[in-house]
């Protein structure tokens, strides 16, 4: 149980479903660091400058940064020529750094977190990002959109939307892609965002064409009572890293008071059959010890129903941050994103 000494040690609910490779990472590096809910709220938390686990950041190409009309966005160009009609082009949206900085400690400078629409940047991620411009052989376009609270929704559907607007329009000629090879994506709430992104793609008149959908451990239901009732709202209640107390602590900075949490650009799940039906094939990934696991595989289903083309994989005794540590002993976080960066070159045709 929690103590002062271990502040977000692992319930004992959990401890025998997790696998012990990550037991040991967490007790290093997790439990002995509270949660932002701890603190009062400063910008400040999201100054970061190491993140455990995570991998190594590769080079490539060329990384540049534009501006849009409230954030930028970073992109990230691979090695080589090419092809004649342009690169193919991905939008990825963060989920967030998995450290923040806390000012209030002397032994322990950072925590480990998901960003939550509230942490992390345009920093957050850039390992998966130069992973995926590598391997799958496309431009990555990476959005720093605005942060809650001081931008609270809508805001970063604003910028992340935008964000794919302006590659649409502007990414042949300032970007050297094929706008007619794009694919989106994200993890955690950057995997709401791209599903909300999708939507509204595919609502525009023309729509905006998009080849594949890719969710990572998605937040796609912030109702109170879910679409349906969730089996691992219950029985990952307690899970590391993402528990009920800090989803709802993200929540609550994210959505202002009033907020009609069923609207589909909060949570996509209620999107009409009809408009679900307009989306292009989607590759959804879940963790067994993830609070948000059911309504992943429940966003699956709704999409099979309407018709959508789906795959998706759940990755066993793994938590909700199965991403964030490729660089340590998990094999699980190196095949998942292995497995991003093969449904991405394969959407594309690159793989």
Known sequence: ???????????????????????????????PTPGPYAFPWDPQLRKTDWIPGGSEVLEVGSVKEYDLTNCKVRVFTPDGSAPEAGWPVYVW????????????????????????????GIDAETNVSTRICKGARCVVVHPDYRLAPEHPHPAAVEDSFEALQWVHSQGRELLNVDVSTMAIGGSSAGANLAAIVSLKAVEMDPPIRLEHVHLLVPALDNSEDGIEPYASRTENINAPWLNAELIGWFRDKYLPEGTDRTQWDVSPIYAPEA????LPPHWIAVTELDI?????????????????????????????HLMDMDGTVLSQSRELVLDTTVNIGMAFGTL
């Open 1 to 31: 149980m929690a103590s002062p000494d271990q502040p977000r040690a692992i319930h004992p609910d959990v401890i025998s479903r997790l696998d012990q490779d990550y037991i040991d990472f967490h007790n290093a590096n997790i439990a």
């Open 93 to 120: 949206y963060h989920g967030g750094e998995c450290s923040f900085a806390f000012p209030t400690r002397k032994t322990h400078r950072l925590s480990c977190c998901p960003g939550g629409w509230t942490l992390g």
């Open 292 to 320: 948000l696991r059911d309504e992943g595989l429940a966003y699956a289903e709704r999409l099979k129903k309407a018709g959508v083309e789906v795959t998706h994989k759940m990755y066993p005794k793994a938590v909700h």
């Open 275 to 278: 408009l679900l039906a307009k």
